[in-house]
């Protein structure tokens, strides 16, 4: 399809465990953005890159969290030493410069 | 700081009668905002969007308006249908802009009964 997506869409992670979550943008998007969606809550925002510059990563909660984009296209979100509050679902969405934001369905990560 | 907040978290309408979702905002600087949906284990999806230099704006079946002496907005959705049912929120961007990052208010779920 031609929309954003993501990988995996569900993972289960003991505490203490590495994670990875992958976001392949839409082809051609300039802006790539992720988010963090604790259950009953609006997406809270990570981070935001242009191209593969990081130009804000204000919202990343700890030094556990780590994102890239090495290329400008696909985007790894990286976790540490994932701890129970870090359960959520992370959103990845992509834009052209200056318009609207599109989504990808989003990765549930569940820390036990 | 800025925020982007939902009166109600629940609305439950009838299928066919008009929906209202509202939205206060406290930056009275803030210049542009966005309407989302979000259906169960998807992402957000766009609906709207409003520039403050405008009070009212309409897409299909959907109507933004922006009050900004209260600050305040609102959706209303006509002829509300089946699948309508979602997760509606409004954000903005934290710089003004629209390449930054959005703030999302908690959002109000919308359930239509038949």
């Known amino acids: 399809g031609a929309g954003v997506s993501q990988s995996p869409r569900y993972k289960v992670a003991k505490r203490g465990q590495d994670v990875a979550l992958r976001c392949d943008p839409i082809s051609g998007h300039v802006s790539l953005f992720w988010y963090q969606q604790a259950l009953g809550q609006g997406p809270e925002f990570l981070t935001y890159f242009q191209n593969e510059a990081q130009l804000d990563k204000s919202g990343l909660p700890s030094d556990r969290f780590f994102a890239e984009r090495p290329e400008g296209s696909v985007s790894t979100l990286k976790i540490q030493r994932t701890q129970q509050e870090d359960s959520a679902v992370y959103l990845c969405?992509?834009?052209?410069?200056?318009?609207?934001?599109?989504f990808g369905p989003g990765t549930r990560l569940t820390v036990l | 700081g800025e925020s982007v907040g939902l009166h109600l978290p629940t609305l439950s309408v009838q299928e066919g009668d008009n929906s209202i979702i509202n939205c206060a905002y406290s930056n009275s600087a803030s210049d542009y905002f966005i309407w989302y949906k979000q259906e169960s284990g998807k992402g957000p999806q766009f609906i709207i969007d409003i520039r403050s230099n405008m009070d009212k704006r309409q897409g299909q079946r959907v109507t933004v308006l922006l009050n900004k002496t209260v600050k305040h907005l609102s959706l209303q959705i006509a002829a509300t249908q089946p699948g309508d049912s979602a997760v509606y929120f409004c954000?903005?961007?934290?710089?003004?802009?629209?390449?930054?990052?959005?703030?999302f208010g908690k959002g109000t779920h919308l359930i239509i009964q038949p």
């Open positions: 969405a992509s834009s052209l410069a200056y318009n609207e934001q599109f």
């Open positions: 954000a903005e961007p934290d710089s003004g802009g629209g390449a930054d990052g959005l703030t």
